[in-house]
């Protein structure tokens, strides 16, 4: 489908399956156009330049809504879509086993991105495995990025050169940097905010299995790093590798202090379940909700929190009492007792268990 300049089109339930093109855009390609797209489908769309799915060039805005990119292939950038110096806001939308050079599912090059609730779940690139981004401007917010493999930097996300920047309230398990860094996150020239995200069990080559900085400084606030590796290795510098971030109140496996900051740990989050059943980390049952005693839970000052992450990765509230908990997860279960209300239940067992030893049942009955 090709839209033209100023085209306004809205397409809703629609399947683009086995399309093929020798340039750019297999399934769709826009151009100083605005279309709406809502519940539609790319499928095994492939072609020998840019965007698979789509290309989103020259001025367009692409407004997309639980639509699915699966399978999409290309040889250059962007397997399910390319936006070359142009717009596109996501919503709800699922990117599973695109394969491109730059940007398995996305790949974006002087262009303004928003991505909200979006899955990007096995996708391949040599860069940038989930999202590769050159230059402009990327805000993504309550994400999961599961299993996404590049080559060499970004298993997750690369993000090189953009400006005002944000990855909020996401999910990084299981990415790979095959041959290179930064498993869950690449960063080059440019300083993101990463703020309440989780990182566990991603894997680099080379350093930093969690988040690599290459001549970066992002601001990260909120986040846990833990069981990322790099070379075989889960210390400090193998969850974030590179540049120093400017950090505070995260905890990072292999915490040293070596960076300052305020409020940081390194102690063990106890996640619920990092692996899920299947014992295989990214995959889409891993889970990395917080357990009642993990030293995550109210460890972030709550004056830090801004008004636009009012809930969390569950869209629970993002505070239950004064402060946050670390990571993308709210706990929401009852609170955890302190040591005192501890002490008193264990006493108030051990009199019940020495008067119904002592006096029967009637002493139970009494209590």
Same mark, same amino acid.
């Given at each position: 489908m090709y839209n033209a300049q100023w085209t306004d089109a809205t397409l809703t339930d629609c399947m683009f399956k086995?399309?093929?093109?020798?340039?750019?855009g297999a399934g769709m390609y826009n151009d100083e156009s605005s279309p709406t797209l809502t519940k539609c489908r790319f499928e095994y769309n492939s072609q020998a330049a840019n965007g698979g799915g789509i290309y989103n060039g020259n001025?367009?805005?692409?407004?997309?809504?639980?639509?699915?990119?699966?399978?999409?292939?290309t040889a250059d950038k962007g397997g399910g879509i390319c936006c070359d110096h142009s717009e596109v806001n996501l919503d709800t939308c699922y990117f599973e086993r695109n394969r491109s050079g730059f940007g398995g599912g996305i790949y974006s090059?002087?262009?303004?991105?928003?991505?909200?609730?979006?899955?990007?779940?096995?996708?391949?690139?040599?860069h940038g495995g989930g999202i590769g981004a050159i230059y402009g401007s990327w805000d993504v917010r309550y994400g999961y990025f599961t299993g996404n493999t590049a080559e060499y930097d970004g298993g997750g996300v690369l993000l090189a050169s953009t400006e005002e920047s944000e990855i909020k309230n996401c999910q990084f398990s299981g990415n790979k940097a095959s041959s290179g860094k930064g498993g869950g996150v690449y960063l080059s020239s440019c300083s993101p905010d990463i703020w309440f995200n $989780?990182?566990?069990?991603?894997?680099?080559?080379?350093a930093g299995g969690g988040m690599y900085n290459q001549g970066a400084r992002p601001h990260v606030l909120g986040n846990i790093f833990r069981g990322n590796d790099a070379g075989g290795r889960s $210390?400090?510098?193998?969850?974030?590798?590179?540049?120093?971030?400017?950090?505070?109140?995260?905890?990072?496996?292999?915490? $040293?202090?070596?960076?300052?900051?305020?409020?940081?740990?390194?102690?063990?989050?106890?996640?619920?379940?990092?692996?899920?059943?299947?014992?295989?980390?990214?995959?889409?049952?891993?889970?990395?909700?917080? $357990?009642?005693?993990?030293?995550?839970?109210?460890?972030?000052?709550?004056?830090?929190?801004?008004?636009?992450?009012?809930?969390?990765?569950?869209?629970?509230?993002?505070?239950?009492?004064e402060n946050a908990d670390m990571g993308a997860y709210e706990y929401e279960n009852f609170p955890v007792p302190t040591v005192s209300q501890w002490g008193l239940t264990v006493l108030a067992l051990s009199l019940l268990i020495i008067a119904k030893v002592r006096f029967g049942h009637r002493a139970i009955a009494v209590a």
């Open positions: 086995a399309n093929a093109a020798a340039f750019d001025l367009s805005f692409l407004d997309l809504n639980k639509c699915v990119f699966k399978g999409n292939v090059v002087y262009s303004h991105c928003t991505a909200n609730k979006d899955i990007f779940i096995d996708n391949v690139a040599r $989780t990182f566990s069990k991603n894997w680099a080559d080379d $210390t400090e510098q193998n969850q974030i590798g590179g540049d120093a971030p400017d950090i505070h109140y995260c905890s990072v496996e292999g915490w $040293t202090g070596a960076w300052d900051g305020i409020g940081n740990i390194g102690d063990d989050p106890l996640f619920r379940d990092p692996l899920g059943p299947d014992g295989v980390a990214g995959t889409e049952d891993d889970d990395l909700r917080l $357990t009642p005693f993990s030293p995550c839970i109210d460890a972030v000052d709550g004056t830090l929190v801004p008004p636009d992450l009012p809930v969390d990765l569950d869209e629970n509230e993002r505070m239950i009492g």
